[in-house]
């Protein structure tokens, strides 16, 4: 059973950081793969970022490449998102979203979702 809640959402001003982490109270985190998604009101789920089950493997989407960081902490069973530079149009909520198998960028082949935390960045 996977089981994620994030945290470390709030509120910025733009050009700061924040730091959100999706912890998994489950016992199979090292088997998936991660990935990071954010929503805005009335529009569709798109993808931040993804990390590989091991680690050795990210990818991002390009409006966050060179600013968003994606990590994960197997001994934590947490996910990370570093978040640097930020823009208002960063503001959205966040979500952490886990798979088996390979990393992917459409939200509906991730069966695991956490709750979403709220980002907002101030102009």
């Known amino acids: 059973q996977v089981q994620l809640v994030e945290s470390g959402g709030g509120l910025v001003q733009a050009g700061g950081s924040l730091r959100l982490s999706c912890a998994d109270s489950g016992r199979t985190f090292s088997m998936y793969a991660m990935g990071w998604f954010r929503q805005t009101p009335g529009k569709e789920r798109d993808f931040v970022a993804a990390?590989?089950?091991?680690?050795?493997?990210?990818s991002y989407a390009d409006s966050v490449k060179g600013r968003f960081t994606i990590s994960r902490d197997g001994d934590k069973n947490t996910v990370y998102l570093q978040m640097n530079s930020l823009k208002p149009e960063d503001t959205a909520v966040y979500y952490c979203?886990?798979?088996?198998?390979?990393?992917?960028?459409?939200?509906?082949?991730?069966?695991?979702w956490g709750q979403g935390t709220q980002v907002t960045v101030s102009s």
């Open positions: 990390i590989s089950w091991s680690g050795d493997i990210t």
């Open positions: 979203a886990g798979r088996g198998g390979a990393i992917y960028k459409i939200p509906d082949e991730y069966p695991y």
